[in-house]
């Protein structure tokens, strides 16, 4: 069985752990537009393809599935995850099951306003939420909201463009500048992460995985610990039934005066999916055995608890012979 990691970067560690659970009967493929991503010389093959907005992408990745005999892809990107999502029935013509949900979910998770939107339709606490500033000061005059705030993309990964903004005269200045923006409670309590899987065949929530965080580096965790609470497991449950995604996820919640707010959602492997694994939550057994048609059964909680991720530096040395080129050879 052989599994195409897509715009795979930096994820050598996640690659590591689909090759250890595939324990040699099957290939971890990556692929990437930029020849020193460490990942490509962790993967089993690799291969340099177009950006994603090339229009030749996506046949490449087809023209790569069928040399390498793919049965699933997983795109670890979230701008390739818009792409993808409309194209599944695509590659499922050529026996590759693309794990991604479906585009209204995809699309939901990265438009922060939309998301904004779903969680208060639902009754779930969210930040507060503004794309218009007349709103936002009418709310300022109230007192139902005050300084400071987030102003971030509307559409954004990564923590790219966030910025934390102090009075109104530099609210406007940034808002003059972009019209993209969106203003964004500021949260003043302590942030979880949380990692989901749903069953591709049950679609049933087959685990959730809480963790506590303790450093962030450019946009990702960096260090963590785990952690078990029921109200948080049934919240996040809830939540994830009612937006439908399926495979896995990554969730935002910041806990403030002992209350929880979900913040944002990204449907893929987030960078703290490392302490899950570690702590026990396979979720790349749980592709494997879908992707073999067997339904995982639900395990929520069985994880160990106050478990340290520590993330840190290694280095890869090639010389210039050595990198991959664009027809997947060194």
Same mark, same amino acid.
């Given at each position: 069985?052989n ?6 970067g930096?994820r050598?560690?996640?690659i590591?752990y689909?090759?250890q ?6 290939n971890?493929?990556?692929?990437d537009?930029?020849q020193?991503a460490?990942a ?5 093959k690799?291969?340099?393809v ?7 992408y ?5 023209? #790569?599935?069928?040399d ?16 993808l999502? !409309?194209?599944?029935e695509?590659?499922?013509?050529i026996g ?5 949900s ?5 699309e939901?998770?990265?438009d922060?306003y939309?998301m904004f939107?779903?969680l ?8 507060k ?22 102003v971030?993309?509307?559409n954004?990964?990564?923590?790219l ?5 102090s009075? #109104?005269?530099?609210?406007?200045l940034?808002l003059k /500048? ?6 964004q ?13 749903v ?6 929530i087959i685990?959730?995985f ?10 990702e !965790?960096?260090?963590?610990v785990? #952690? ?7 919240l996040i449950k ?6 439908g ?34 702590c026990?939550?396979n979720?790349p ?7 073999k048609g #067997? ?16 993330? /840190?530096d290694?280095?890869?040395?090639? /010389?210039?012979?050595e990198l ?7």
């Amino acid at each position: 069985m052989n599994i195409l990691m897509t715009s795979a970067g930096r994820r050598t560690q996640l690659i590591k752990y689909f090759q250890q659970e595939l324990r040699e009967k099957g290939n971890i493929v990556a692929v990437d537009c930029n020849q020193t991503a460490p990942a490509l010389y962790i993967a089993d093959k690799s291969y340099i393809v177009p950006r994603i907005d090339d229009p030749n992408y996506l046949d490449k990745l087809k023209d #790569i599935c069928k040399d390498e005999n793919v049965k699933a892809i997983i795109s670890l990107l979230d701008p390739e995850l818009s792409l993808l999502a !409309t194209k599944k029935e695509e590659f499922k013509e050529i026996g590759v099951e693309v794990i991604i949900s479906e585009s209204n979910v995809i699309e939901t998770c990265f438009d922060k306003y939309k998301m904004f939107n779903f969680l208060k339709a639902h009754n779930f606490k969210t930040p507060k939420t503004y794309i218009d500033i007349a709103n936002f000061e009418k709310d300022l005059k109230d007192n139902e909201i005050d300084f400071p705030v987030f102003v971030k993309p509307r559409n954004g990964s990564a923590s790219l463009g966030i910025n934390k903004v102090s009075n #109104i005269d530099e609210l406007k200045l940034l808002l003059k /500048h972009n019209e993209e923006l969106l203003i964004q409670e500021y949260m003043d309590g302590q942030e979880y992460g949380v990692d989901v899987y749903v069953d591709i065949i049950s679609q049933e929530i087959i685990s959730i995985f809480l963790k506590k965080k303790i450093r962030m580096r450019a946009g990702e !965790t960096d260090k963590a610990v785990s #952690i078990k609470n029921k109200k948080l497991f049934n919240l996040i449950k809830e939540f994830i039934e009612k937006l439908g995604v399926v495979g896995q996820a990554d969730i935002d919640v910041f806990v403030v005066d002992g209350e929880f707010y979900i913040s944002e959602v990204n449907p893929r492997f987030g960078g703290g999916c490392l302490i899950a694994y570690e702590c026990g939550e396979n979720s790349p057994q749980y592709i494997i055995n879908n992707l073999k048609g #067997i339904e995982n059964k639900p395990n929520i909680g069985s994880y160990e608890e106050n478990m340290y991720m520590i993330r /840190h530096d290694v280095v890869t040395m090639k /010389h210039k012979s050595e990198l991959i080129d664009c027809k997947g050879e060194n």
